[in-house]
């Protein structure tokens, strides 16, 4: 569990290749448990499970199983908490692993309410080594990792899968709430070079107060269906084209947003 200052991220390994003794010897509570993960695609008013995201047909810990991908906003982190305790987690288990800011926040909680201990650990480390494991054994025989061939010809432009077999070193970017970049020199090496407050939640913030949306999954669909063009200016809308001299597109952005001031001012 990844629980982030804006948005927390469970993952369950769903096994597949229980025997027939094994599903004999489960208890009742561990059946519903799994039922209840699997079945469902919605917990609650905020709790989705992507199922475009989930991983199938491989291998943990010597078991062979799908890994499941389950968010919720971190501020409804205490009716998840309450739901452990009424499920009643602890009966299976006594230790929760987790990594983000979360982890020591809600550390108190999840001990006196659900009864449940949290594994901390480090959240950079667990990025490193998550970004690895899923492209060591790809989307469901699918490279996870790509790039983009030929990006500014939007005619050109390819999608590509990316081998991460010998990526060092290289420079990690990870959007979250905010944003931190790291240098990786080797997966247990590397340091955070820099990083910035304007990442996740400033769009999130900021869709919300314009527009007045009220979840992440709102503020895509409304993105998807705009036209930057309607807001920016481009290199083609001052000097009539491309600008050859320094091999700049037409269509490359030359200002964010000054349509709509312009537009402000012709009113």
């Known amino acids: 569990m990844d629980i982030g200052g804006t948005l927390v991220k469970l993952v369950y390994f769903e096994p597949k290749d229980i025997t027939a003794e094994e599903e004999q010897e489960e208890v009742e509570n561990l059946k519903s448990i799994r039922k209840y993960l699997t079945s ?22 010597g078991r062979k199983g799908n890994l499941h991908f389950i968010r919720f906003p971190s501020c409804a982190m205490h009716r998840f908490i309450q ?16 990594t983000g800011g979360g982890a020591y926040k809600f550390e108190d909680d ?40 030929s990006p500014t010809d939007p005619e050109q432009c390819q999608k590509k899968p990316y081998c991460l077999d010998n990526p060092y070193p290289m420079l990690l970017v990870n959007i979250g ?8 020199y080797s997966k ?50 001052i000097y009539g084209g491309d600008y050859e001299r320094f091999s700049l597109q037409g269509t490359a952005v030359a200002s964010r947003y000054i349509l709509s001031f312009l537009y402000v001012i012709a009113i």
């Open 40 to 61: 469902n695609t919605a917990y609650g008013k905020t709790g989705i499970r992507d199922v475009h995201l989930e991983l199938k047909n491989l291998t943990m810990c």
């Open 83 to 98: 739901m452990g305790s009424e499920k009643n987690f602890s009966s299976l288990h006594t230790t929760l692993c987790a």
């Open 110 to 149: 999840f001990r006196t309410i659900a009864d449940l201990q949290l594994h901390k650990l480090d959240e950079l480390d667990c990025l490193i080594r998550g970004l690895l494991y899923v492209d060591s054994v790809g989307f469901n025989g699918r490279p996870e990792c790509y790039y983009f061939d």
């Open 177 to 184: 709430s905010g944003v931190s970049i790291l240098a990786v």
């Open 188 to 237: 247990d090496n590397y340091k955070r070079v820099t990083g910035t407050s304007l990442g996740g939640g400033t769009f999130l913030g900021l869709c919300c107060l314009l527009t007045g949306c009220e979840t992440f999954e709102e503020a895509l669909e409304m993105a998807a269906k705009g036209d930057s063009t309607n807001v920016d200016k481009l290199v083609k809308d």
